[in-house]
């Protein structure tokens, strides 16, 4: 069984900065990627920025620029830091991970953590 593990977020001004990370622990044989997608309340959990093993990265447009993800493929642990946060970017934070266990392919979700951005 696969879990993830997420710490950070917490309450900050506009134009502050948080972190998060997540740590995949269980019995993965080959992680494929790792990101962190959010959910504000009323509206659909969209994808905030992606990391493949390889080292691809992707981030939803809002937050080009301001935030960074990055990874430590040793410990199967994601980061995002945000900076210049917005209101708006106030929402449940979930990681997520996809993954080989032997040959099964799977998909994991963290419990979510909050992050609100006050004006």
């Known amino acids: 069984q696969v879990q993830l593990v997420e710490s950070g977020g917490g309450l900050v001004q506009a134009g502050g900065s948080l972190s998060l990370s997540c740590a995949a622990s269980g019995s993965i044989t080959h992680m494929i990627a790792m990101g962190w997608y959010r959910q504000a309340p009323g509206k659909q959990r969209e994808l905030v920025a992606s990391?493949?093993?390889?080292?691809?990265?992707d981030y939803a447009d809002s937050v080009k620029g301001r935030f960074t993800i990055s990874r430590d493929n040793a410990m199967n642990t994601v980061y995002l830091q945000m900076n210049s946060l917005k209101p708006e970017d106030t929402a449940v934070y979930y990681c997520?991970?996809?993954?080989?266990?032997?040959?099964?392919?799977?998909?994991?979700w963290g419990r979510g953590t909050q992050v609100t951005v006050s004006s």
């Open positions: 990391s493949t093993r390889g080292g691809s990265v």
């Open positions: 997520n991970a996809r993954y080989y266990s032997g040959t099964t392919h799977g998909e994991v």
